[in-house]
T-cell receptor
Framework: DAGITQSPRHKVTETGTPVTLRCHQT?????MYWYRQDPGHGLRLIHY???????DKGEVSDGYSVSRSKTEDFLLTLESATSSQTSVYFC???????????????FGPGTRLLVL | QKEVEQDPGPLSVPEGAIVSLNCTYS??????FMWYRQYSRKGPELLMY????GNKEDGRFTAQVDKSSKYISLFIRDSQPSDSATYLC????????????FGQGTELSVKP
């Protein structure tokens, strides 16, 4: 494991409610990413962060926001959950403290989210 | 058209077979190529990493990159039931904050 944890691991929620997923890393990696994985689509990037308070959008960012106030934590928020956001969400990290960046990414165990 | 195309399978082979998994891509700027293995209900784990064209071998696994054809392959020799998983290819141009583009994954089943 690359020292990545995600919480919660499973969540069931109702349409219209806000949901926050947490990614925590223990290895001081600079880059952090949020993906969603759906059948037929593989992994798609939602948002990523290249440092504290530095974030950018990915391929499927609509309906999602992120925050990174500390190096070790990257939060993904669904402002108002919809059924189309039912998915498995993975956090990933890359880049060691000495690197400007790294092309290899290491993934957390995932969060299964069901929006009813 | 997707930037990265991967046959989703499923692919079923007998134990001991040689497995070939493939991806094609359209972006000639891609320079970094990876293969991830994902067991059911787990996160993807990095299996192979290759920079630019060429071959890389690690035990029973060989990764090949042919940039002229925009084609990458992963070969698994002497396949084992424990190799049963979904295999995802991923690639990056190397100048976009480490962002990876993934194929949709190939589901492999190795039968004893």
């Amino acid at each position: 494991d690359a020292g990545i944890t995600q919480s919660p691991r499973h969540k069931v929620t109702e349409t219209g409610t806000p949901v926050t997923l947490r990614c925590h890393q223990t290895e001081n990696h600079r880059y952090m990413y949020w993906y969603r994985q759906d059948p037929g689509h593989g992994l798609r990037l939602i948002h990523y962060s290249y440092g504290v308070k530095d974030t950018d959008k990915g391929e499927v960012s609509d309906g999602y926001s992120v925050s990174r106030s500390k190096t070790e934590d990257f939060l993904l928020t669904l402002e108002s959950a919809t059924s189309s956001q039912t998915s498995v969400y993975f956090c990933a990290i890359s880049g060691t403290p000495r690197d400007r960046g790294s092309e290899t990414q290491y993934f957390g165990p995932g969060t299964r989210l069901l929006v009813l | 058209q997707k930037e990265v195309e991967q046959d989703p399978g499923p692919l079923s082979v007998p134990e001991g077979a040689i497995v070939s998994l493939n991806c094609t891509y359209s972006n000639s700027a891609f320079q970094y190529f990876m293969w991830y293995r994902q067991y059911s209900r787990k996160g993807p784990e990095l299996l192979m990493y290759t920079y630019s064209s060429g071959n890389k071998e690690d035990g029973r696994f060989t990764a090949q990159v042919d940039k002229s054809s925009k084609y990458i392959s992963l070969f698994i020799r002497d396949s084992q039931p424990s190799d049963s998983a979904t295999y995802l290819c991923a690639m990056s141009a190397g100048n976009q904050g480490g962002k990876l583009i993934f194929g949709q994954g190939t589901e492999l089943s190795v039968k004893p």
